[in-house]
Nanobody
Framework: QVQPVESGGGSVQAGGSLRLSCVYSDSFMCMGWFRQAPGKEREGVASIFIGDTGDTDTHYDTSVRNRFFLSRDILENTTTLQMNNLQAEDTAIYYC??????????????????WGPGTQVTVVS
């Protein structure tokens, strides 16, 4: 099974920005970003749905809305998660995931069936 691959994690001061990317070599309808902080459950951060005509629809968790922005590069089959005004509570391992046949707007991990290995994001306050 083809797996997505994340890149771009690292350490940043609070208030700073990071950009994560995810590349997937097969077709898909949804690509989601999730994160898991130490001692916490995995949570959905953002997702992008790609319709039959190529139109897209993005969704964000309320905790990151207006700070995180998800975009898609058609040619590179990549999504980019731009994370701005990062705070200590954003520290987590971030995972990219694929829902090959569709997804809801709720960014639920059980809808996704291919997962990347994750990339660490650390925000230092």
């Amino acid at each position: 099974q083809v797996q997505p691959v994340e890149s771009g994690g690292g350490s940043v001061q609070a208030g700073g920005s990071l950009r994560l990317s995810c590349v997937y070599s097969d077709s898909f309808m949804c690509m989601g970003w999730f994160r898991q902080a130490p001692g916490k459950e995995r949570e959905g951060v953002a997702s992008i749905f790609i319709g039959d005509t190529g139109d897209t629809d993005t969704h964000y968790d309320t905790s990151v809305r207006n700070r995180f922005f998800l975009s898609r590069d058609i040619l590179e089959n990549t999504t980019t998660l731009q994370m701005n005004n990062l705070q200590a509570e954003d520290t987590a391992i971030y995972y990219c995931a694929i829902a090959k046949w569709g997804c809801s707007s709720a960014i639920k991990d059980y809808e996704y069936n291919a997962w990347g290995p994750g990339t660490q994001v650390t925000v230092v306050s």
